[in-house]
């Protein structure tokens, strides 16, 4: 059975670090692509990419609103995956979701079929 259990999110001020965490099972960890997704309250576009590590390579990518501010690293011997997140906006506020793939194009289109349940972060002004 494969899970995905995040943890990590809390609420914060603005400019704080907080690092969310996704620890993986059931699977291969180390072969599947890795990414972090948010959701805002009222977003109608759903869950969106934040960043993410590929397959191969380990090629990332970031949104441009988190660039120079977040970080996404993986331990692939621990099977998670982290999410650094500095200078927090309060424009950060949504539920942070991690998701694997095997395919990079599926789990850029937010089409992994699986995905943590979640973890909420909420920056205050």
């Known amino acids: 059975q494969v899970q995905l259990v995040e943890s990590g999110g809390r609420t914060a001020q603005t400019g704080d670090s907080l690092r969310l965490s996704c620890a993986v099972s059931?699977?291969?960890?180390?072969?599947?692509?890795v990414a972090w997704f948010r959701q805002t309250p009222g977003n109608e576009r759903g869950r969106e990419l934040v960043s993410m590590i590929g397959s191969v390579a380990d090629i990332t990518y970031y949104e441009d609103s988190i660039k120079g501010r977040f970080t996404i690293s993986r331990d692939n011997d621990k099977k998670t995956l982290y999410l650094q997140m500095n200078d927090l906006k309060p424009e950060d506020t949504a539920i942070y979701y991690c998701?694997?793939?095997?395919?990079?194009?599926?789990?850029?289109?937010?089409?992994?079929?699986?995905w943590g349940q979640g973890t909420p972060v909420t920056v205050s002004a």
């Open positions: 998701a694997i793939s095997l395919y990079d194009n599926e789990l850029r289109r937010g089409e992994s079929p699986y």
């Open positions: 059931g699977v291969t960890f180390r072969i599947y692509a």
